[in-house]
């Protein structure tokens, strides 16, 4: 059955594959790797009905599949991967000890103010409230919100500076 079936289909994929690569290539507007893609898979499925077309009319079958599956993968979004000239940078796992040790300092330097400057300073700075919902959230003026915020955050920078200059 296979010797069969292959009788021809080697002979005429040789004789075919340029022109038919070369259609190919004017359907998917000059993507060599798409066009290629879509001729092999065009001649399988040439291949499972080589013993109904072969002594008919292959090379029209086999256009009418390039056809198709041209026009189907023109509707999807995504054909594979993309090969790509360089490889993109990529994170490597690193060392995470000088995040952690940096936010550990600004939560002891948090620690360090009044509750309402550190609830305004929290709100406001790290939920990203408007100085409206903070004020509500703390039961003030906004303007009362406004001087907590701004008294807590230049307390934090003075703590901060004051942990970060070497000690002797």
Known sequence: MQRFRADGFDEFVA?????????????????????????????VKL???????????PEAYVR????RLAARSA???WWGERPVGELPDRAG????SAAVAERSRLEAALALLT??????VVLRYY????????????????GTARSHASRG??????ILSDSARPVK
Do not use: I, M, N, Y
């Open 15 to 43: 004789a075919r594959w340029s022109a038919l690569l070369h259609v190919a290539r004017l359907l998917t507007g000059g993507d060599r790797q798409r066009a290629e893609d879509l001729v092999q898979e065009s001649l």
């Open 47 to 57: 291949w499972f009905a080589w013993p109904k077309v072969a002594e008919q009319a």
């Open 64 to 67: 009418q599949v390039l056809v």
């Open 75 to 77: 509707r999807r979004r």
């Open 93 to 96: 796992p690193g060392d995470v």
């Open 115 to 120: 509750p309402r400057q550190r609830a305004a």
């Open 127 to 142: 939920e990203d409230l408007p100085e409206g919902q903070v004020a509500q959230a703390l039961g003030c003026p906004v």
């Open 153 to 158: 955050v230049a307390r934090l920078r003075e």
